[in-house]
């Protein structure tokens, strides 16, 4: 399994790059979202990749973060949604807009994503709506990027050297569920509230986050 490919960036479009790793060029399929952000041809680049195997086809998916990449392989364990998709989805809404999306039931802005029609936007919302609070409250964890490239890691002679990249901000959505489940409240309505409640600008941490939340989870009189 290629779980991680480094190295210099050869030809890059809005679907794909091509990463040459000590000689070896490697295709990599990654959303028009990803494709934005990354370096120019000549510089170096880091993607994790999950290696999709057919009789006919060996194909390899980027993704800059492990969260996009669990995010991606939820995705396409639903009926109708292929790798491409999925990598559509993740376009369009990014990690944290998908959560949101699945959390609050948002169909619609599932459909929003190329190639996607009402139906399977459905599915998409009902089959991970149980899902999807596992994935956010693990995002802290998984909001790793690729890029940093260690000190005994050879570089591309091409390439400029990339320092390391800073520890991942705090991820408030994953603590506030952690505590609503710790409090007794079920994966999905946790995962309702705090989506909801993230679009409050004064939540602005994680106990103002979780205090929203409660407010929301609270028996309507």
């Given at each position: 399994m290629i779980g991680r490919i480094a190295g210099t960036i050869l030809h890059r479009a809005m679907d794909h790059v091509l990463i040459d790793v000590r000689g070896v060029?490697?295709?990599?399929?990654?959303?028009?979202?990803?494709?934005?952000?990354?370096p120019p041809v000549?510089?170096?680049?880091?993607?994790?990749?999950?290696?999709?195997?057919?009789?006919?086809?060996?194909?390899?998916?980027g993704?800059?973060?492990?969260?996009?990449?669990?995010?991606?392989r939820l995705l396409i364990s639903v009926q109708g949604i292929g790798a491409k998709a999925a990598l559509?989805?993740?376009?369009?809404?990014?990690?944290?807009?998908?959560?949101?999306?699945?959390?609050?039931?948002?169909?619609?802005a599932v459909k929003s994503a190329p190639g996607v029609g009402p139906k399977l936007a459905q599915r998409v919302v009902?089959?991970?709506?149980d899902k999807a609070p596992t994935v956010m409250a693990l995002g802290a964890d998984?909001?790793?990027?690729?890029?940093?490239?260690?000190?005994?890691?050879p570089t591309p002679k091409s390439a400029k050297p990339r320092t390391a990249m800073p520890a991942p901000k705090t991820n408030f959505t994953a603590e506030a569920l952690s505590a609503l489940t710790n409090?007794?409240?079920?994966p999905s309505d946790a995962a309702a509230a705090v989506a909801r409640a993230s679009e409050d600008p004064d939540a602005s941490d994680t106990a103002k986050l979780i205090r929203t939340a409660l407010r929301l989870l609270a028996p309507k009189e």
């Open positions: 060029g490697y295709i990599v399929h990654i959303s028009d979202r990803t494709a934005r952000s990354l000549g510089e170096a680049c880091a993607l994790y990749t999950e290696l999709l195997v057919r009789e006919d086809l060996l194909q390899l998916f993704f800059p973060t492990l969260l996009e990449k669990e995010w991606h559509a989805i993740l376009g369009t809404l990014g990690p944290d807009g998908l959560g949101r999306a699945i959390a609050l039931g948002d169909w619609s009902l089959e991970l709506k998984l909001t790793v990027d690729a890029m940093p490239v260690l000190e005994d890691e409090l007794g409240y079920s």
